[in-house]
């Protein structure tokens, strides 16, 4: 099957396959490069995703461009989705059976098409979503392995850094980590 990026993205908008669908008002597929530098994967849609269709363009979606910023990558030549692509009710944590369905039928698909070098994953739920692990974030961040043929870094949530400053400050040293990663892979 000759699966793309287009055909994939508008699967996602119309899709059913788990109850999430009921709640969104728009699904999020994810956005960025055809041939991204990095694949950064976050929670779920917020409020103002869902309204939108577009990936962390409230708060979060700004302390992600400074960070950006930080490091001289521009938010047009990443790819940035999410574990689920549609809002969970009252922004709960996606539950298990959600991020599964979601996964196997969009996430393995776009990370197939995409196949990355670098993935980064933001937050609890991304690493739970990609790598089934349950760690603590401030044990494990700053973490670099293996996946696939993909270089992973693992650092939190922008929600999480806005809202206490010590995780900002780590989570700005995991971004100094991912430039030198950037700068090796070349
Ligand atoms: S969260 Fe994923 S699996 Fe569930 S309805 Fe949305 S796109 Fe489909």
Redesign the pocket.
């Known amino acids: 099957m000759n699966l793309t990026l287009d055909k994939l993205n508008f699967g996602?908008k119309n899709?059913?396959?788990?109850?999430?669908?009921k709640s969104?008002l728009n699904?999020v597929p994810g956005e960025g490069a055809v041939n991204p530098k990095i694949f950064f994967l976050g929670e779920a849609p917020g409020i103002n995703e869902d309204r939108t269709g577009k990936p962390f363009v409230g708060k979060s979606g700004k302390y992600l461009d400074e960070l950006f910023a930080d490091i001289g990558i521009l938010r047009n030549e990443v790819y940035i989705t999410s574990s689920?692509?549609?809002r969970p009710p009252k922004n709960r944590r996606?539950l298990p059976n959600?991020l599964k369905?979601?996964r196997l039928?969009?996430l393995d698909k776009q990370l197939m098409i995409i196949n990355p070098k670098l993935i980064v994953m933001l937050g609890k739920v991304a690493l739970l979503q990609l790598t089934n692990r349950t760690d603590n974030l401030t044990q494990v961040h700053g973490e670099i392995f293996t996946y696939h043929s993909s270089q992973c870094l693992i650092t939190f949530h922008p929600a999480s850094a806005m809202r206490f400053p010590k995780i900002d400050i780590l989570m700005k040293q995991d971004f100094q980590k991912l430039k030198l990663l950037l700068e090796k892979l070349g």
């Open positions: 996602i899709c059913k396959k788990c109850p999430l669908c969104r699904a689920v692509k549609c996606p959600e369905i979601c039928n969009w």
